[in-house]
């Protein structure tokens, strides 16, 4: 039985995250490309990479979409929601700065295609978010309350 919830929550997550993923990457390319362009526009004046002003604003509207779909329908987690948000907005700055990293070394050092940086970016992220958040954010354990 326990087993099953387990499997069931899984999906729920993987399904959700994967509209949240194609939200993020569709909010990337476009955003990628505007920058690109305003910065071609600018001589490339800007002290920031394009890729990584898009990779930010997409996380960001992944974040938005997934919160409470994550929190309601693949976690249902009925607890408070305020230390949730907390947890989940440290985690998204974390997965921000990692990944904006991270992409610009994939793209600029090692000579992978953008988009294919960010979509590995995309699963490594994941992959570590559903344990984040089954165990730590959305933890399904019952507690006490005071």
Request: hydrophobic residues 50%; positive net charge.
């Amino acid at each position: 039985m326990n087993s099953l919830r387990h499997r069931d929550k899984l999906v729920r997550y993987l399904f959700v995250g994967g509209s949240a993923a194609v939200v993020d990457f569709v909010v990337f390319v476009v955003v990628l490309h505007l920058l690109t362009m305003v910065n071609f526009a600018t001589s490339g004046t800007s002290p920031f990479y394009p890729e990584q002003l898009a990779n930010a604003a997409s996380l960001l509207c992944g974040f938005l979409f997934s919160f409470f779909l994550h929190r309601f329908w693949s976690f249902r987690s009925t607890g408070n929601p305020y230390p949730q948000l907390a947890k989940t907005i440290l985690l998204v700055i974390i997965n921000t700065a990692v990944s904006s990293a991270l992409i610009s070394v994939l793209a600029r050092d090692f000579g992978l295609n953008i988009k294919i940086a960010k979509l590995i970016l995309q699963g490594l992220v994941a992959s570590w978010n559903y344990l984040i958040f089954n165990y730590l954010i959305y933890n399904s354990r019952k507690r006490c309350s005071p």
